[in-house]
């Protein structure tokens, strides 16, 4: 099975009012996910957002998760998604397959 990679980017820090413009973004705290099988595991960050140009802004009500996580991948970059991803797929790897686990003696 592969593995199913989500966003979650609903939290975010905003700027009260920036340029006659009400709740600007300006930090996005995020976590991305992956999940196969019952085994998960998630990277959490931050990331800021540019606030210099508001020619392009969207009223904050208007945002999904779907429209910040899309600002999270381009400020990243593919080559950063794809490392998490193969952070990812690592972990969960080790978590199906451990190469050491912890145990208590019980006498």
């Known amino acids: 099975m592969a593995i199913n990679y989500t966003w979650d980017c609903k939290t975010v820090d905003v700027f009260p009012t920036k340029d006659s413009k009400a709740n600007v973004i300006h930090t996005i705290h995020w976590r991305y996910t992956g999940t196969e099988d019952s085994h998960s595991q998630t990277i959490i960050g931050i990331t800021g957002i540019d606030t210099e140009d508001l020619s392009s802004f969207t009223e904050f009500d208007a945002l999904t998760n779907s429209d ?36 208590e003696i019980q006498h």
């Open 68 to 103: 910040i996580s899309s600002w999270v991948e381009s400020s990243l970059g593919s080559e950063k998604i794809d490392e998490f991803k193969e952070e990812i797929e690592k972990k969960i790897s080790e978590l199906k397959a451990p190469v050491s686990i912890t145990k």
